[in-house]
């Protein structure tokens, strides 16, 4: 389906606002060109010497104010009920991209930039508001106004109605060769404006770092030869808006106006027939309002290809495979999870994870070890379901979990990240993440239970202390007491720890290590460690290497062992054989 035809199925939603919009659209229409008639009849009648009859002319002259108040006051509430339905058609629209975004599933992130997704849900739909709220309207009311303008032309000269018909296909011929060459360019103008928005969002998070190795000159480049591109591209339209709007249509109109007065002239003079000054007042005056509308649809031209690019880029996203949110619901499970035969590939054959299997049971905890791109976090995004095995299957209470939706599975799961993301608003809302189910005394106690106090109790407005997005104003420590407080406070059956210690210092590390034993009772836990001394007392260790467990068992079993994990603890901590 045409990108137009879909939107059209938006504007059916909220037709309402928009036919009456459009009705008093007609009505204001209708009034409005009536004025040049009574005109004409006014200084046909009216305006000689002759004529004494100074009541009928009174009565006129109100009549003809009265239209043309009434076409404002029309217009005024044709304008109001046009712009609420715009209005609501993309506050429909808004809703349903960031909606379906919710489905997506992870790997779709993971190849479009934030920057691009953001301009998709503003810019793009802006420009579609554009669409409904400026480029319709106009077109709508100078469509009506150009078919009242025919009608009264034909009723006061046909034949001259005819010539005036000939703009018709003349600016419908234009239009569709601007749209061939201008769809083009704005396809590369709303790609630019997405690659502009992904590289300022990346610039700002990244500004650590720019800062630090002192990239700001070569971001500044970057930036300059993204931004110039796109604005060769504006240069193209330019040259193309140009010659559209004023130049084209005063040229027809110039034509029609030397047609109209040279047919009016021999007329004059070849034929006894006399054009009175009223006939000639409303052809001029109706010409004058047949290329008005004209000129207000041509200059829409670049708007409507515009909207129509971002339409059908908003629309590229609607039709992105997602998955309906499941609001299903299932008993907390005991916790038993078994890989069985698993292997999984982010890319094609690229596999990550090959052939893994393991068991662990309700209320141990396991751990996950190996070298950066062994695969430990990879195991973690299939037992949440960020992502499907290619082989093998995963259970949970001996049931697999594909055959249950997504956030279904992750209703008993909880997760704490090794950098946790914290939200704009409270540390209250960060923990409770706005859930009705989940009560302030239940954020106190959660966050009471992992030792949040005293990380929490210099902040002037305790758990009411405002964060900004990231919790940037939070130490690293704050930050991970917050999640873990945000984990216990949902209770989950399954728990995971992805390099909960990783970034904190030694004093901090006591307070999250007694978290990590407040959270993991009750729950089966899963702890990804680049700290050995962490998870000396974890009830199965894997060890993994390039995608493969290598070995397996508690700490003394595998220090016993003298494998890698005896290498790799004995570098760590130091000792020496």
């Not at 000639?280 to 000129?295: E, G, K, S, W």
């Not at 599975?409 to 993301?421: A, S």
């Not at 992992?450 to 919790?471: M, S």
Request: aromatic share 10%; no cysteine.
């Amino acid at each position: 389906m045409s990108t137009g035809r879909r939107l059209f199925q938006y504007t059916k939603k909220f037709k309402k606002p928009i036919l009456i919009g459009l009705f008093l659209l007609t009505l204001s229409v209708l009034t409005d060109l009536s004025g040049p008639l009574i005109a004409k009849h006014i200084i046909d009648n009216y305006m000689i010497p002759e004529s004494l009859l100074f009541e009928p002319l009174v009565i006129l002259l109100i009549i003809f104010i009265t239209l043309e108040i009434s076409t404002a006051v029309l217009r005024y509430f044709m304008y109001i009920n046009l712009q609420i339905g715009a209005n609501r058609i993309i506050q429909k629209l808004r809703i349903d991209v960031f909606g379906h975004i919710q489905k997506m599933p992870i790997n779709y992130f993971d190849n479009l930039p934030a920057g691009k997704i953001v301009a998709r849900v503003t810019n793009d739909t802006e420009a579609i508001r554009n669409l409904f709220s400026q480029v319709l309207v106009q077109f709508a009311m100078s469509t009506i106004s150009i078919s009242g303008v025919y009608v009264a032309l034909f009723i006061l000269n046909w034949r001259m109605a005819l010539i005036a018909l000939l703009v018709v296909p003349i600016v419908y011929t234009w239009m569709i060769a601007y749209r061939k060459y201008a769809s083009k360019f704005n396809h590369v103008v709303r790609t630019k404006i997405a690659d502009i928005n992904a590289m300022i969002n990346e610039s700002i998070n990244g500004m650590t770092i720019i800062q630090a190795f002192k990239r700001e000159d070569q971001m500044k480049k970057e930036f300059a030869e993204m931004n110039n591109e796109h604005y060769e591209y504006q240069r193209k339209l330019l040259f193309l808006d140009s010659g559209t709007a004023h130049n084209l249509v005063n040229v027809l109109r110039l034509t029609i106006l030397t047609i109209f007065i040279f047919y009016f002239g021999t007329q004059s003079i070849t034929t006894t027939d006399i054009i009175t000054a009223g006939t000639l007042y409303a052809f001029v005056d109706y010409t004058t309002r047949l290329f008005n509308p004209i000129v207000n649809i041509v200059n829409q031209f670049s708007q409507m290809e515009r909207s129509l690019v971002a339409g059908s880029r908003v629309f590229e996203l609607l039709d992105q495979k997602g998955e309906d949110v499941s609001e299903k619901s299932i008993p907390r499970y005991e916790g038993n999870v078994t890989f069985d035969k698993v292997s999984f590939a982010y890319k094609d054959d690229e596999y990550v994870l090959k052939n893994i299997s393991f068991e662990a049971k309700k209320g141990e905890t396991v751990a996950l070890v190996g070298h950066t791109g062994s695969g430990k976090s990879s195991i973690m995004n299939l037992l949440f379901r960020f992502y499907d095995p290619q082989k093998g299957k995963i259970l949970i209470d001996g049931k697999d979990v594909t055959k249950t939706p997504r956030q279904t599975i992750r209703e008993h799961m909880g997760i704490v990240l090794q950098d946790p993301y914290l939200f704009t608003g409270t540390i209250a809302t960060n923990v409770s993440l706005n859930d009705p189910r989940i009560t302030r005394e239940t954020v106190e106690k959660a966050l009471e239970a992992v030792g949040g106090e005293r990380v929490l109790k210099n902040l002037e407005n305790g758990i009411d202390e405002p964060v900004i997005e990231k919790g940037s104003t939070l130490s690293s420590g704050q930050r991970q007491l917050i999640s873990f407080a945000r984990a216990l406070a949902f209770d989950p059956a399954i728990l995971i720890l992805d390099e909960a210690t990783s970034n904190i210092d030694t004093e901090t590390e006591e307070i999250i290590q007694h978290a990590m034993d407040v959270l993991k009772k009750g729950r089966t836990t899963f702890i990804i460690a680049h700290r050995l001394s962490t998870i000396k007392n974890a009830d199965q260790i894997l060890v993994l290497d390039r995608g493969e467990v290598v070995e397996k068992g508690t700490h003394e079993e595998l220090i016993a062992l003298g494998g890698r994990y005896e290498t790799m603890y004995r570098l760590q901590s130091g000792v020496h054989q």
